[in-house]
């Protein structure tokens, strides 16, 4: 006798009504009450189907209750008990997988010295000092690289190129030089190219605004906050603050360059989590367009790492946030809390991740010197390595990477609800943390489940209050393969 038991299912409420993410699908599903009672029930004890419409076949007629069984099974909120769960399938992408993001490691140098910087803190990866790597990219390397970018892109008509560093603008002359080459290049095999940078805005002089704004680049600004958040890590060499030096700089660029949407990238630590004043002063006083907010990557033991109770305050915050996103969302009004924009668009698509990002598969880093590795934050890393720009990727090195890192070998992540999204988390991230990029990031399991349901909450009541919100997302390429 088959005996009906829970499936693997999140179970949240939303605009006064429950609902259930459901994680082999990643689909969201809104329940009435008869699918509720069936869920609940199964909850507590698994029970035949005879059983269970016997059961509730006073408060709903049986026909109802044979209906939403049926479709319950069907989404596998439920099913039979004694079946053992299947392995999760371990199905790898097509190869070649074309490059959709290159990210441009053109300098591995920076005029600021931000005490927690992955790249040159205590937890590098990369000796950018000391090592093999040239400083600065040249212009032939990035010449080269866009060849590479344009070839490895197959048959995208739309290829990204982000230039990112160290500071990308201490080799201003290069990017210039790269984006003509690039644009030029593209036009005569038929293709595009959309440029986007990041930097620390100390050196957004007139003519490099002019022609960020000209060339309709999109930016995104690493900053931390109003003037003493600011200060406190993120100072020059000489432990001077920036604040004051970047401040009137990026207002220039906000009046400057409307063609596109300017970001700020805010990385959170320890003693800077009054996450609300950091937004508020970032969208108002400054006027950025949104702003997205990281926990800094760190090993434990330092003092700027966010401790377990720093990050129930983070998650707090974000809810409180996320609250405003809703009610401006609600009545289509723009919210600049990027954070929870980009997951309602992963929860509206049925993203089901077999990897936490596009590293590796559809974004690769671009050392200065032209080998080719998982992202931005290896580039330059020897063991992290997959290719290099002249002879391009290694396909055999991408395939052993992939092997290894899928979401099927994480056995901690085989039970999680969160695991379509979070797929084990960033591998900078447990590499920094564990020595090892196929960890899972468990340091951050509540946090991540805390914020996938804060998001799953406001995309029910979006679903419920303006579903026409979430129609935009059918039309937006993966986030994936936007994230830097
Ligand atoms: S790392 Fe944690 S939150 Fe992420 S999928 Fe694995 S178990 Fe879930
Ligand atoms: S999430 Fe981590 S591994 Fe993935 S692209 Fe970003 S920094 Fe690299």
Same mark, same amino acid.
């Given at each position: 006798?088959?005996?009906?038991?829970? @499936?693997?299912?999140?179970?949240?409420? +939303?605009?006064?009504?429950?609902?259930?993410?459901?994680?082999?699908?990643? =689909?969201?599903? =809104? #329940?009435?009450?008869?699918?509720?009672?069936?869920?609940?029930? #199964?909850? *507590?004890?698994?029970?035949?189907?005879?059983?269970? !419409?016997?059961?509730?076949?006073?408060?709903? /007629?049986?026909?109802?209750?044979?209906?939403?069984?049926?479709?319950?099974?069907?989404?596998?909120?439920?099913?039979?008990?004694?079946?053992?769960?299947?392995?999760?399938?371990?199905?790898?992408?097509?190869?070649?997988?074309?490059l959709t993001t290159m990210v441009l490691n053109v300098t591995?140098?920076?005029?600021?010295?931000?005490?927690?910087?992955?790249?040159?803190?205590?937890? $590098?990866?990369?000796?950018?000092?000391? %090592?093999?790597? /040239?400083?600065f990219m040249t212009e032939e390397t990035a010449r080269e690289s866009v060849e590479f970018m344009l070839k490895?892109s197959? +048959?995208?008509r739309m290829a990204h190129l982000t230039f990112f560093g160290g500071e990308t603008l201490m080799n201003f002359p290069v990017l210039q030089k790269t984006v003509a080459y690039a644009r030029e290049r593209a036009a005569e095999l038929g293709k595009e190219v959309d440029f986007s940078l990041t930097t620390? =805005?100390?050196l957004l002089r007139p003519d490099v605004i002019e022609f960020l704004a000209e060339n309709r680049i999109g930016v995104t600004i690493?900053?931390? @906050?109003?003037?003493?958040? *600011?200060? $406190?890590?993120?100072?020059?060499?000489?432990?001077?603050?920036?604040?004051?030096?970047?401040? /009137?700089?990026?207002?220039?660029l906000?009046?400057r360059h409307r063609s596109r949407?300017i970001?700020?990238?805010?990385?959170?630590?320890?003693?800077?989590?009054?996450?609300?004043?950091?937004?508020?002063?970032?969208?108002?006083?400054?006027? &950025?367009?949104?702003? %997205?907010?990281?926990? !800094?990557?760190?090993?434990?033991?330092?003092?700027?790492?966010?401790?377990?109770? %720093?990050?129930?305050? !983070?998650?707090?915050?974000?809810?409180?946030?996320?609250?405003?996103? #809703?009610?401006?969302?609600?009545?289509?009004?723009?919210?600049?809390?990027?954070? !929870?924009?980009?997951?309602?668009?992963?929860?509206?698509? %049925?993203?089901?991740?077999?990897?936490?990002?596009?590293?590796?598969?559809?974004?690769?880093g671009v050392?200065t010197?032209g080998?080719?590795?998982?992202?931005h934050?290896?580039? @330059?890393?020897?063991?992290?390595?997959?290719?290099?720009v002249?002879? @391009?990727?290694?396909?055999?090195?991408?395939?052993?990477?992939?092997?290894?890192?899928?979401?099927?070998?994480?056995?901690?992540?085989?039970?999680?609800? +969160?695991?379509?999204?979070?797929?084990?988390?960033?591998?900078?991230?447990?590499?920094?943390?564990?020595?090892?990029?196929?960890?899972?990031?468990?340091?951050?399991?509540?946090?991540?489940?805390?914020?996938?349901?804060?998001?799953?909450?406001?995309?029910?009541?979006?679903?419920?209050?303006?579903? +026409?919100?979430?129609?935009? &997302?059918?039309?937006?390429?993966?986030?994936?393969?936007r994230?830097v």
């Amino acid at each position: 006798m088959m005996v009906l038991g829970s @499936g693997e299912y999140h179970r949240f409420e +939303a605009a006064g009504r429950p609902f259930v993410y459901l994680v082999p699908s990643a =689909a969201v599903f =809104a #329940l009435d009450d008869a699918a509720d009672a069936v869920l609940r029930a #199964l909850a *507590q004890r698994g029970r035949t189907r005879d059983e269970l !419409v016997g059961e509730l076949s006073d408060l709903f /007629p049986r026909s109802e209750l044979d209906e939403t069984i049926s479709e319950l099974e069907r989404v596998r909120a439920i099913g039979d008990v004694h079946v053992p769960d299947k392995p999760l399938p371990k199905f790898f992408p097509l190869m070649p997988f074309p490059l959709t993001t290159m990210v441009l490691n053109v300098t591995n140098q920076c005029n600021l010295s931000c005490t927690y910087c992955y790249e040159y803190s205590e937890d $590098k990866i990369v000796d950018t000092e000391n %090592g093999k790597k /040239p400083k600065f990219m040249t212009e032939e390397t990035a010449r080269e690289s866009v060849e590479f970018m344009l070839k490895e892109s197959g +048959a995208n008509r739309m290829a990204h190129l982000t230039f990112f560093g160290g500071e990308t603008l201490m080799n201003f002359p290069v990017l210039q030089k790269t984006v003509a080459y690039a644009r030029e290049r593209a036009a005569e095999l038929g293709k595009e190219v959309d440029f986007s940078l990041t930097t620390n =805005a100390t050196l957004l002089r007139p003519d490099v605004i002019e022609f960020l704004a000209e060339n309709r680049i999109g930016v995104t600004i690493s900053i931390d @906050g109003p003037k003493e958040m *600011q200060d $406190k890590f993120r100072v020059f060499h000489n432990g001077a603050g920036s604040y004051d030096i970047v401040a /009137p700089k990026i207002k220039e660029l906000l009046r400057r360059h409307r063609s596109r949407p300017i970001g700020a990238r805010v990385t959170l630590t320890s003693g800077v989590l009054d996450i609300k004043r950091i937004f508020r002063h970032l969208t108002e006083d400054i006027g &950025f367009w949104e702003v %997205g907010f990281a926990p !800094v990557t760190t090993s434990p033991g330092r003092d700027y790492a966010i401790s377990t109770g %720093g990050m129930d305050t !983070v998650l707090a915050q974000f809810s409180e946030l996320a609250d405003e996103f #809703l009610e401006a969302a609600v009545a289509n009004r723009h919210h600049g809390f990027s954070n !929870v924009k980009d997951t309602l668009e992963e929860i509206h698509k %049925g993203v089901s991740k077999a990897y936490p990002c596009g590293a590796g598969l559809g974004l690769m880093g671009v050392a200065t010197d032209g080998d080719v590795a998982l992202c931005h934050r290896f580039a @330059g890393s020897d063991s992290h390595k997959m290719g290099d720009v002249r002879t @391009g990727i290694d396909r055999n090195a991408q395939m052993a990477f992939l092997e290894k890192h899928h979401i099927a070998d994480k056995t901690d992540c085989s039970t999680c609800w +969160a695991r379509p999204l979070c797929s084990g988390g960033c591998y900078h991230e447990a590499y920094t943390r564990y020595g090892e990029t196929t960890r899972p990031n468990l340091h951050f399991c509540e946090w991540i489940r805390g914020w996938t349901d804060v998001c799953l909450r406001v995309y029910g009541e979006l679903s419920e209050r303006n579903p +026409a919100y979430l129609a935009q &997302f059918d039309h937006m390429e993966s986030v994936a393969e936007r994230a830097v």
